[in-house]
């Protein structure tokens, strides 16, 4: 009994030192140029000098709101008509006293000319001429702004106008933008814009990130120059002259900016890095097959590689898929890839 009892132990002591073996990918680290992205989200804009804010020439009521968000108008197409009698009656009244002002200029003239009225008389009447003629256009053209009208082509993007109530100059009754000359602003970090050259290249996904419906290939146009207040970012305005499909304002998409590009970086698979606090490790696999756990420094990143700064050299070989099931020093049996059909 007392052999089998010792037996028996040497037994399970033997089975704890058996040490399991893992099944995994491996990857050979490359040395390859690598391409840093800034991924950010940005929100298609009117690009400035084709937008039109429109507001009413003085407080009048709104009698006719003829258009409604997203529909899309010719230049010189009637927007929004407001309560035509004040203006009527106004250019009415500018007109009899331009004619009353032409009626007292020529008498002016007349008596100056013969010598009965000053000179100062007929500098007056010429005066007050000029004024109601300049009366007059205004209250004119008060009358044809009483119609609002586009003032260019495109697709209309805010109307505040509301029938019945009193609009006031202040306030803007109707928005529009051209859909074929747009700008997308992205916000990125202060950081970030200094790795930002104008002419960059933009890899465009719709919605909030790069895993959306591929749109196209956007340009830097700009990097604003001031922080904004609010957002403590930087805006990135970009211009995307061609699209898969057409872009529309208000809409939300994601872009990769292409930053920096190193043409001899050390590349590895995003699946080889492990989270270690506030660091990253691989799994290195030796010649005799056993994983060891090396602390490595990320420099840039894609959704799909990172460029290691330290701790790798091309050739060795890493744990890919199943990096997170291992631990230090476990033995591994590398499994075949699968192929695409």
Not at 190 to 218: F, M
Not at 290 to 315: F, M, N, S, Y
Not at 328 to 341: F, W
């Amino acid at each position: 009994m007392a052999v089998l009892a010792v037996a028996a132990c040497s037994k399970n002591e033997s089975d704890e030192n058996v040490q399991a073996v893992v099944s995994v990918r491996t990857a050979v680290v490359a040395q390859q140029p690598f391409t840093e992205t800034i991924g950010t989200i940005g929100v298609v804009t009117g690009r400035a000098g084709h937008m039109a804010s429109l507001s009413a020439p003085t407080a009048a009521r709104v009698v006719r709101v003829m258009v409604s968000v997203g529909q899309r108008v010719g230049a010189g197409s009637a927007l929004v008509e407001l309560d035509q009698s004040p203006f009527v009656a106004a250019a009415r009244s500018a007109d009899a006293a331009l004619a009353a002002a032409e009626k007292t200029y020529e008498r002016t003239q007349r008596l100056a000319q013969e010598g009965i009225a000053p000179r100062k008389d007929l500098d007056q009447a010429a005066t007050e001429l000029e004024r109601a003629r300049a009366d007059a256009a205004n209250a004119h053209r008060q009358q044809e702004l009483s119609i609002v009208s586009a003032p260019i082509g495109g697709v209309i993007t805010r109307v505040g106008a509301q029938l019945g109530f009193t609009a006031d100059p202040s306030q803007v009754l109707v928005e529009i933008a051209d859909p074929n000359a747009l700008d997308i602003l992205f916000n990125v970090t202060p950081s970030q814009a200094g790795l930002v050259q104008r002419g960059a290249k933009i890899s465009l996904s719709a919605g909030q990130n790069a895993s959306g419906e591929p749109l196209g290939v956007a340009i830097v146009a700009d990097i604003g120059g001031i922080v904004d207040t609010v957002s403590r970012g930087v805006t990135v305005r970009a211009q995307a002259p061609t699209t898969r499909r057409p872009l529309r304002i208000g809409e939300t998409v994601f872009g990769q900016i292409v930053a920096v590009v190193h043409p001899n970086a050390i590349v590895v698979p995003i699946e080889a890095l492990v989270p270690d606090g506030e660091e990253f490790k691989v799994f290195v696999v030796d010649a005799a097959g056993t994983a060891r756990a090396r602390t490595v420094t990320i420099g840039g990143r894609t959704d799909k590689v990172a460029e290691v700064t330290d701790g790798l050299t091309a050739g060795e070989r890493i744990v890919t898929y199943g990096a997170y099931g291992i631990e230090d020093s476990a033995k591994v049996v590398p499994i075949a890839t699968p192929t695409k059909p």
